[in-house]
């Protein structure tokens, strides 16, 4: 029986509109043997030298950690230059940009982003009772001036990731210098820098130059990418000083647990770990772009650790059909129609053996001669 109107604790107004998020999967019903290339994990795994600061840090699980996580941002602020004052670290970047939105944004306000960016914007915005605003993109690319030319009295907030996920594609800093001149002073600019580490173009900046330097931008940063520490949810914010004292303030008090405060301040500091993921990709980036494209495959020009591979819409040779008959060969990539891509699928650069066996069931699949990455 459907209780009465009323009779149950109601989310307030758009809660409920809110679609879930929904993760990359990582397992297909019947078959044993998977390669997860759906959430852009590194397929080197974390440092070692990160993995013995967690179990020490296990020893201890009985205390409550450093409600600051002073020894993470410390390591960061060594890994960059910075003044640890200026950093806040969270439960994974997606807790930093919720702290960010919930902050900045509340009903009658506006958060703009742009039309393929990171699903998470849409949520945060709509949860803290904003309206999200979406600016077109051209040829995959955020926008500067579609993002301007949707500046409204309203416009509280605007995310750009850079790279941007899923499509891998990038602004150069010019391009993002331009787009924080041309916003009001009292909007703030998310610079979402999740695969920065990757990029190996010279007009490209992560954005941190421009946090330390402005009073409207923030830069944005995750661990769970090249460092490997996604199970452990660590992400990381430098800004100006009013925007860390407003984050401060409403963050959990706790909000980063020990072992992850121990094996990211562990991580950031091994940058041979780094530079070998950083060959990984190197390698494999432009391997898999060409053998993907010598199949008849579209695939969008990347500078993060994964490809945006675009399928015809012929029956039979559909992203759909693609996604289901790698999954029955373990292969799983991830369909991002919910981006708007309904005919795309993006695969993270995996290890050679998965590489390989991706672009040989494709090559299967679109009915061409095997091919080798």
């Known amino acids: 029986m459907t209780p009465p109107p009323g009779s149950l604790p109601t989310p307030r107004a758009g809660v409920l509109d809110i679609s879930a998020y929904v993760p990359g999967r990582d397992h297909v019903d019947g078959v044993e043997k998977v390669y997860k290339l759906s959430s852009n994990e590194t397929p080197l795994g974390p440092s070692p030298k990160a993995v013995a600061a967690f179990r020490a840090a296990s020893a201890a699980l009985e205390i409550y950690p450093d409600g600051g996580a002073t020894a993470l941002r410390q390591a960061i602020a060594a890994k960059y230059g910075l003044d640890p004052d200026r950093i806040v670290c969270g439960t994974g970047s997606d807790e930093i940009l919720s702290l960010l939105t919930h902050a900045y944004v509340g009903p009658g306000d506006e958060g703009l982003f742009s039309r393929h960016g990171f699903l998470v914007y849409k949520i945060n915005i709509t949860a803290a009772g904003g309206t999200p605003v979406v600016a077109d993109e051209t040829d995959l690319t955020a926008s500067v001036d579609a993002i301007l030319a949707k500046v409204t009295p309203r416009t509280k907030i605007v995310f ?58 923030v830069m944005v940063r995750t661990f769970s990418k090249i460092y490997g520490l996604a199970g452990l949810r660590i992400g ?82 559909t992203a759909k059909e693609a996604d289901a ?23 993270t650069i995996g290890p050679a053996e998965a590489n390989e066996l991706v672009v040989a069931a494709l090559a299967e699949f679109m009915g061409r001669s095997p091919a080798h990455a």
Request: proline share 8%; no cysteine.
């Open 160 to 217: 750009l990731a850079n790279p941007n996920n899923p499509t891998g594609t990038y602004l150069p800093f010019d391009e993002v210098r331009r787009l924080h001149a041309g916003l009001p002073s009292s909007v703030l600019l998310v610079l979402d820098a999740a695969y920065a580490e990757y990029v190996r173009r010279n007009d490209y900046a992560s954005g941190l130059e421009l946090a330390l330097s402005a009073d409207n931008v």
């Open 325 to 347: 008959f790698l999954g029955r060969r373990g292969l799983i990539l991830r369909a991002v129609g919910a981006y708007g891509l309904p005919n795309a699928l993006r695969m």
């Open 236 to 317: 990381w914010l430098v800004g100006p000083p009013h925007v860390v004292d407003a984050l401060n303030r409403i963050r959990g008090p706790f909000n980063v647990n020990a072992p992850a405060i121990a094996a990211g301040a562990a991580a950031i500091a091994d940058d041979a770990h780094v530079a070998a993921a950083l060959a990984h990709n190197d390698e494999w980036l432009p391997r898999l772009t060409a053998s993907l494209e010598g199949l008849g495959l579209t695939v969008t020009p990347s500078v993060g650790n994964f490809l945006l591979i675009h399928f015809p819409s012929d029956p039979g040779r």
